[in-house]
Each structure stands twice: as structure tokens, then as C-alpha cells.
């Protein structure tokens, strides 16, 4: 009998690994799940503007003012959407061990729920007197509103010094920034400003932070579904960032 080589023994004993698209997982899933939510609330919240009274002016009046008077409640789903969307970016994050830890995930963290939390506690219509629902959509706004372009501001470091994540370094600088300009812009707009424009800086300032959003989950579906490219090949992604307006390192 012929005896079989034991390097043939141990290839017939080893398992197959599956591809890295055999099997549908929860890590991939997750920037699929924040990209699809992100979409969604951009849309939704642009259909959301063809609801309310015509007499609704969109660069006086607030996102919130708009969704009180959306009777088919298109907004506040949106907000919800976009609130769970970004919890899903976040445990895409995690999963893929971004660098994220601490601050970062606090305030994102922060920001998802407070878009769940507006959601579903409306203010009151434009014209009304606050009442307590009215006041903790309020702060909670602002919660939301001021969290994620500082937590932006403080992965732009992370992120440059991460192989995987630099790509994105410069971008998420650029719209973190112009989310800080926009938080001190709606500031003064709704405090000696007197509400002149609020309607036009909440909504720039909305789409600086959604477009931070859709950066950080656009590069996770990258990642996790091109990994060939990407994850495989971190030197290939090691792109230069030289803007240096909060934090960045060369």
C-alpha cells in the first residue's frame, strides 16, 4: 500500500474557509443597514417639505415646526429612521474596530438617540408657547445638533493615523468643520438673531451632519464589502491629508 503524504493528510483534515461573501454576517450588514437609513431620511425629509400648509416659509420656519404640521408624519419618521441608522453606523464601528473608543462613541451615541427621542416627542406649532414636550424637544435638539460635529472633530486625529480609515480623514474634517461653523451660525440665529434665516442654517447645518454620516457609513461599506481593496491592502488607502483646520496629522 502506498503510503499518503501527511501534508495531504492535513489538507483533506483542514476545513474550508468560507469566502468573505459566502456568509451574510451582522458586521456587513450593519453599513448596509446605516447607508439604506441615511438615504432614506434624506428623501424622506425632502418629500416631508411637500406636506405641510403652502404658507410655511422652509427659510424661517425649523425642520421640527415643519414636522408638527406634517400630517402624514413623513419628518418624524425620517428622524427616527435616520436616529437608528446612525446606532447601526455605530455598531458597524464597533465591529470593525474603528477608532472610535471613548468621546467619539459617547457623542455619537448621544446624537442617535436624540434623533429618536425628537422623533417621537414633537414641539408645539409655530406661534404656541412652549410647553414641557415642546422644551425637552428643545434641548435635546441641541444635543443632538452640537454632538456630532464635535465628535467629528475629535476622530479627524483617529482617523488619520488609522491605515483604513485616513481616506476619509480629510473629508470628515472638511464637514465637521462646516458643522461647527453651522452650530455657532444657528447660535446666534436663534438668540440675538431673532430667528432670522433659522429655517435655511438648521437645514445646512442638518446636511453637514448627514454628510459626516454618509462618509463614515459609505467607507464601512467599502471596507466590509471590498475588502480585497481595502482591508487586505491598507497601504493602498494610505492617502495624504494636509488640511489642518482642527486636528489632523500628515
Same mark, same amino acid.
Given at each position: 500500500?502506498?503510503?499518503?503524504?501527511?501534508?495531504?493528510?492535513?489538507?483533506?483534515?483542514?476545513?474550508?474557509?468560507?469566502?468573505?461573501?459566502?456568509?451574510?454576517?451582522?458586521?456587513?450588514?450593519?453599513?448596509?443597514?446605516?447607508?439604506?437609513?441615511?438615504?432614506?431620511?434624506?428623501?424622506?425629509?425632502?418629500?416631508?417639505?411637500?406636506?405641510?400648509?403652502?404658507?410655511?416659509?422652509?427659510?424661517?420656519?425649523?425642520?421640527?415646526?415643519?414636522?408638527?404640521?406634517?400630517?402624514?408624519?413623513?419628518?418624524?419618521?425620517?428622524?427616527? +429612521? &435616520?436616529? #437608528?441608522?446612525?446606532? !447601526? /453606523?455605530?455598531?458597524?464601528?464597533?465591529?470593525?474596530?474603528?477608532?472610535? @473608543?471613548? =468621546?467619539?462613541?459617547?457623542?455619537?451615541?448621544?446624537?442617535?438617540?436624540?434623533?429618536?427621542?425628537?422623533?417621537?416627542?414633537?414641539?408645539?406649532?409655530?406661534?404656541?408657547?412652549?410647553?414641557?414636550?415642546?422644551?425637552?424637544?428643545?434641548?435635546?435638539?441641541?444635543?443632538?445638533?452640537?454632538?456630532?460635529?464635535?465628535?467629528?472633530?475629535?476622530?479627524?486625529?483617529?482617523?488619520?493615523?488609522?491605515?483604513?480609515?485616513?481616506?476619509?480623514?480629510?473629508?470628515?474634517?472638511?464637514?465637521?468643520?462646516?458643522?461647527?461653523?453651522? +452650530? &455657532?451660525? #444657528?447660535?446666534?440665529? !436663534? /438668540?440675538?438673531?431673532?430667528?432670522?434665516?433659522?429655517?435655511?442654517?438648521? @437645514?445646512? =447645518?442638518?446636511?453637514?451632519?448627514?454628510?459626516?454620516?454618509?462618509?463614515?457609513?459609505?467607507?464601512?461599506?467599502?471596507?466590509?464589502?471590498?475588502?480585497?481593496?481595502?482591508?487586505?491592502?491598507?497601504?493602498?488607502?494610505?492617502?495624504?491629508?494636509?488640511?489642518?483646520?482642527?486636528?489632523?496629522?500628515?
Amino acid at each position: 500500500m502506498t503510503a499518503v503524504p501527511n501534508s495531504r493528510v492535513r489538507a483533506a483534515r483542514a476545513p474550508r474557509i468560507a469566502g468573505p461573501r459566502a456568509l451574510m454576517t451582522t458586521a456587513r450588514l450593519y453599513p448596509l443597514v446605516a447607508c439604506a437609513s441615511i438615504v432614506f431620511s434624506v428623501v424622506a425629509i425632502l418629500v416631508g417639505h411637500f406636506g405641510p400648509d403652502p404658507y410655511l416659509d422652509p427659510m424661517n420656519v425649523t425642520i421640527s415646526e415643519y414636522a408638527v404640521t406634517d400630517r402624514g408624519g413623513v419628518t418624524e419618521v425620517a428622524m427616527a +429612521v &435616520l436616529g #437608528i441608522g446612525s446606532l !447601526a /453606523l455605530l455598531a458597524a464601528l464597533r465591529k470593525m474596530r474603528a477608532p472610535i @473608543r471613548g =468621546l467619539p462613541e459617547k457623542l455619537l451615541m448621544v446624537w442617535s438617540a436624540a434623533l429618536v427621542v425628537v422623533a417621537v416627542i414633537p414641539t408645539v406649532p409655530l406661534g404656541l408657547d412652549l410647553d414641557l414636550a415642546a422644551q425637552i424637544h428643545r434641548y435635546v435638539s441641541i444635543a443632538a445638533f452640537v454632538s456630532l460635529p464635535a465628535a467629528g472633530a475629535l476622530l479627524v486625529p483617529r482617523l488619520t493615523a488609522d491605515a483604513l480609515w485616513k481616506p476619509v480623514a480629510r473629508a470628515v474634517e472638511w464637514v465637521a468643520l462646516a458643522g461647527g461653523f453651522g +452650530v &455657532l451660525a #444657528i447660535t446666534y440665529v !436663534a /438668540l440675538p438673531g431673532e430667528r432670522v434665516m433659522i429655517g435655511l442654517v438648521e @437645514r445646512l =447645518l442638518l446636511g453637514a451632519e448627514v454628510s459626516l454620516l454618509g462618509l463614515l457609513a459609505a467607507w464601512a461599506l467599502w471596507l466590509t464589502w471590498a475588502p480585497g481593496r481595502s482591508r487586505n491592502h491598507p497601504a493602498d488607502a494610505n492617502f495624504t491629508t494636509y488640511h489642518r483646520f482642527i486636528a489632523s496629522r500628515s
